[in-house]
């Protein structure tokens, strides 16, 4: 319920979706010849980019903890898991139908699908354990890759050593990750009572403002590509 939902928390994501939106600008901008090509897969950018998905799949450990770390409830976590991957179905069924060839088969969406469903085990795990395993999801990219896993059955795992041409990619290994760790954060918080505090903590006029996209984030994510997109071309073409 809003009564009961952290600020901070929906800050943090609203941040997130600013981030996500403005990569997503500068990706149509160079796509639509206004920046060279090549352009946000050079410098920074992939470094923002893998930021930008780390924040979300951080923040889904963190939520995970903070709705089910005192007991599972399983009707509310059932329902948010058919929505997580109801719309990742769907951006896979779009992607598909207007970029064909690097449709996105494995994308942040259906890694917060994943790693919510995994996460359920490390609830009750002690935080030494989650950290351990999401290190060795990190690591396992670095020394596990074989070709056995070449077949686009295993795509979503992450071992492969080709990785066919996708507009997104976030397989299970290494993005389980920062999922475990939000987990792990999230159990230290509310050990240390860190969670009473920011539950205090209200943000002036210009923060609230900021919380309403945090509240609705699958929705906003779902929307502000084809939005951006559309924009950038009414621009391209018209102006």
Known sequence: MTSHRIPAIDLARSLALLAMAGYHLTFDLMLFAHLPPGFVFQGPWPLIARAIASSFLFLAGVSLWLAHGTGIRWP?????????????????IATYVAMSGQFIRWGILHAIAAGSLIGLLFLRAPI????????????????????????????????????????????????????????????????????????????????????????????????????????????????
């Open 76 to 92: 509310a976590f059932w329902k948010r898991f058919a929505m997580l991957a109801g719309a990742a179905a769907l951006v896979t």
């Open 128 to 239: 030494i354990l989650t950290v351990a395993v999401a290190a060795a999801a990190f690591t396992a990219p670095h020394l596990l890759r074989s070709d056995l896993f070449n077949d686009p059955y295993w795509i979503w795992l992450g071992l492969s050593t080709t990785i066919p041409p996708m507009m997104d990619y976030e397989p299970l290994l290494p993005w389980l990750c920062p999922v475990l760790l939000g987990i792990a954060i999230a159990k230290l918080m509310t050990r240390a009572g860190a969670w009473d505090t920011l539950r205090r903590w209200q943000p002036g006029r210009l923060g609230r403002a900021m919380l309403w996209p945090g509240r609705h984030s699958l929705a906003i994510y779902l929307i502000h590509q084809p939005v951006l997109f559309g924009a950038v071309y009414l621009f391209t073409r018209y102006l």
